[in-house]
């Protein structure tokens, strides 16, 4: 077997700045409840494909979507000023 090798530079030069800054992270740490709410919908939903849904993949389902919308929700108030306190579950 012959090795292929690169014949011409990085496309991509490796610097410091691939990483993200600070700032950059402050900015999503508010986004991540929704994020991971939506990701919790998402595999409720996956594991539909592989399977006929049962009642308790339904509720897992609507307890997932009442998550993103709770989660939605929280991320407007936040946006608006306006802080609700409140259990999303």
Known sequence: MKNIAALQDVVTPWSDGLEPSEAELNEIEPEMPLVLAEVELLDALIVLLHQPPTQIHSRRIRRAHRR?????QDAANCAAGTQVSGDAA
């Open 68 to 72: 993103v919308l709770a989660a939605r």
